[in-house]
């Protein structure tokens, strides 16, 4: 990938500025996972003893509350499309 950075630096299209959002995106959440391992496809289910998608779902509602209320510094929306992404990434795994 990083074709913006060596094609059309000047003048990016929308699908360079796509591809290098989706480079960060991709970075974030490998270097999540490597930060906290795989919680979000095996979460620890201590307290919480719904499946793993019942848990996703719930993170994605805590990230869109925190974006209504916008009561967080954090990257809201960047978590929220990282859950989007790990919950389509399982329901792929289990078909």
């Known amino acids: 990938m990083n074709k913006l950075k060596t094609e059309n630096m000047s003048n990016p299209t929308y699908t360079d500025l796509l591809e290098e959002e989706m480079d960060e995106i ?22 919480h003893k719904g499946t793993t998608i019942e848990t996703i779902n719930a993170r994605i509602d805590d990230k869109l509350a925190r974006i209504k209320n916008q009561s967080t510094d954090e990257d809201a929306e960047l978590d929220l499309l990282g859950y989007l992404l790990w919950k389509r990434v399982l329901i792929k795994q289990n078909k």
Not at 31 to 47: A, R, T, V
Request: proline share 5%; glycine share 10%.
């Open 26 to 47: 991709f970075k974030f959440l490998k270097d999540k996972n490597q930060k906290y391992g795989s919680s979000i496809m095996e979460p620890l289910g201590i307290f």
